[in-house]
């Protein structure tokens, strides 16, 4: 507040009205509050923005969602952080009481939950939009590997932080997850050892997830998202859209951020949180009976972002589908601005015309071919029968192994030879079937694996 002086107090009372805002802050020490605010937007986006990159349909307001989702985890895990304890002793009593004895607990957990799941589902397609169309590319290199970086963060703070509920599907679902690190060679156990804190999930599993889940991993994501944002605007900012097969560049027009981008965000950032909170209000967040380690349910899966790893683990050799496999294609992902360099289709999306019915093709490709393969290797493929005298390295890991990789060369070769696509569009061909397969691995590990993780259909008894 303003000091009142001898000359203030004399003042008619219209005056004094008129130098005080609605709220009763002088107008002065408004102008500094707003200045602070158009000072903080201005740190996080240009002064002037492209008209093209305010389009809806463009970025579909992806990043900026997964922003707010951080926010919001981070405000309601303060919260719940107040009222838990890292031990499997007191854990789930301490999620009991959050639903019943402490105010709007049930809520904040519920929000914490599904915001989380939905951080993972945005934060992927954020980055199959940058892919989608060529927002990948040179000067934005940087940028790619810091978002895939913070894809695995995103990972890694689900994953912790799914065990501390300590209930049976927590348990277990941890279980099953750490146990694919053991097929690590040479340095698998010992990192196993490392983070579970012992040969198993217990007591000092809970404590080093705890750990990671409230302190390491969400500092990398909040260094990592502040050095993204700055690297969004030393890159020139958004790419800018275009149209495919135009040739010539379009115009930029600019307009300000203030009032023109910051009032789109506002009402998005509303309308998601008012989505979110009606969603938290309605579904609660899974909990089932506290973590036994002597009873295992049947089937024991992991969290769903890594089913389809999962379901790998059923198709092939433990080294090939949990670690090779992966493995390959995060280093792909990683180094996808170094292969798939072409500017001319920086903007436009899936780069052109052919492109987008190379795309329809690879998902078409994608969910015949993956639950085709899925029902042979259930029915009729056995590689480690038919090559007894093999190692199953080779018998069921790298001879199963070729013949998806064939598959994946002949499928490049038909897009090359009879839709004459260059090379840009071949690779995103193959980027759109992989990532379609993984998709429906996922979607049969969550919904279509049952007793002894047995084909089944959905709430009935086994396919055979």
């Known amino acids: 507040m303003s000091e009142l002086t001898p000359e203030n107090t004399q003042a008619p009372l219209s005056e004094r009205l008129r130098r005080l805002a609605p709220s009763g802050v002088p107008q002065d020490d408004r102008s500094r509050m707003r200045m602070v605010v158009d000072s903080l937007v201005l740190h996080l986006h240009p002064t002037k923005v492209p008209v093209q990159t305010l389009s809806w349909t463009y970025t579909w307001g992806l990043g900026g969602l997964s922003a707010l989702l951080v926010t919001l985890l981070a405000i309601t895990g303060v919260f719940l952080e107040m009222n838990y304890t890292p031990s499997p002793s007191q854990a789930y009593q301490d999620i009991q009481a959050l639903r019943g004895d402490v105010w709007f607990g049930d809520l904040l957990r519920n929000l914490h939950h599904w915001s989380a799941n939905l951080l993972v589902v945005t934060s992927v397609l954020h980055l199959l939009r940058v892919f989608f169309t060529g927002s990948h590319r040179s000067p934005r290199e940087l940028n790619w590997i810091l978002g895939v970086g913070m894809l695995l963060l995103v990972l890694g703070a689900n994953f912790t932080g799914y065990l501390l509920p300590w209930d049976q599907l927590a348990f277990w679902a941890i279980t099953v997850g750490t146990s694919i690190i053991n097929y690590l060679p040479l ?104 973590a036994n380690p002597d009873i295992s349910p049947n089937p024991a899966k992991a969290p769903w972002y890594f089913l389809g790893i999962q379901e790998l683990l059923l198709h092939f050799h433990p080294f090939v589908g949990a670690i090779f496999i992966p493995g390959i294609a995060l280093m792909a992902l990683f180094l996808l601005p170094f292969y798939d360099f072409s500017p001319q289709s920086v903007g436009v999306y899936f780069r052109s015309q052919r492109g987008r019915s190379l795309a329809v093709l690879g998902v078409v490709f994608g969910l015949l071919l993956t639950p085709a393969w899925v029902l042979l290797d259930e029915f009729l493929l056995d590689w480690s029968a038919w090559l007894p005298s093999w190692p199953s390295l080779i018998s069921n890991g790298i001879v199963p192994l070729a013949a998806v990789l064939l598959v994946l060369v002949g499928m490049d070769e038909i897009v090359r030879r009879l839709f004459g696509a260059v090379n840009e569009e071949r690779i995103l061909f193959l980027f759109v079937f992989i990532f379609t397969v993984l998709i429906v691995l996922t979607i049969i590990g969550i919904f279509f694996r049952g007793s002894g993780m047995a084909l089944a259909w959905p709430g009935t008894n086994l396919i055979h």
Do not use: C
Request: net charge positive; no cysteine; aromatic share 10%.
């Open 187 to 290: 340095i698998g156990p010992f990192l196993s050892g490392l983070l579970l804190g012992g040969p198993e999930v217990g007591a000092p599993t809970l404590l080093n997830f705890y750990a990671l889940h409230i302190s390491f991993i969400p500092i990398g994501i909040v260094i990592l998202m502040s050095y993204h944002f700055w690297r969004v605007r030393k890159d020139g900012g958004l790419s800018i859209p275009k149209k495919a097969g135009v040739i010539q560049e379009p115009k930029i027009e600019r307009v300000t951020t203030i009032p023109n981008l910051v009032r789109r965000e506002l009402v998005f950032a509303l309308a998601w949180l008012g989505i979110i909170l009606v969603w938290s209000m309605v579904v609660p967040a899974p909990l089932e009976g506290i």
